[in-house]
Nanobody
C-alpha cells in the first residue's frame, strides 16, 4: 500500500555522476526494506542495490560496487542512489522497490515498484 515515484534520471557522459531519488507515500516507509533495480533494453530486470529498514546494512551488485551508494532518509520518506563513475553499460531504466518482509535481493522479494526513471550514459 505504498506508492513509489523515482526521479533524477537523465543523460550523462561516461565518468559522470547522477543521483536518483525515490519518494514514498501511502505507507510506513521505515517498515520497508528498499531496493534499486534496473532494466536495459532487451534484458531482464536486475538487482542493483538494497538497504535495510534502518539503513544499517547495504548490498550492491558486483557491477556497481565502489561506484554506487544507496541511502535512505526515513524522516523524509526518501530513498537515494548516488551513481558515480558511470559507464555506458549502466544505461537502463532504474526502478525503486519496497519489500514488506525479509531483506532480499531478488525481484520476487519486493512487493511495490515505482514507474522507473531513464538513465543514459554516453561514451
Amino acid at each position: 500500500q505504498v506508492q513509489l515515484v523515482e526521479s533524477g534520471g537523465g543523460l550523462v557522459q561516461a565518468g559522470g555522476s547522477l543521483r536518483l531519488s525515490c519518494a514514498a507515500s501511502g505507507g510506513t516507509f521505515s517498515s520497508y526494506v528498499m531496493g534499486w533495480f534496473r532494466q536495459a533494453p532487451g534484458k531482464e530486470r536486475e538487482f542493483v542495490s538494497a538497504i535495510s529498514r534502518s539503513g544499517g546494512r547495504t548490498d550492491y551488485a558486483d557491477s556497481v560496487k565502489g561506484r554506487f551508494t544507496i541511502s535512505r532518509d526515513n524522516a523524509k520518506n526518501m530513498l537515494y542512489l548516488q551513481m558515480n563513475s558511470l559507464k555506458p553499460e549502466d544505461t537502463a531504466v532504474y526502478f525503486c522497490a519496497a519489500d514488506r518482509r525479509q531483506y532480499g535481493m531478488r525481484r520476487s522479494d519486493y512487493d511495490y515498484w515505482g514507474q522507473g526513471t531513464q538513465v543514459t550514459v554516453s561514451s
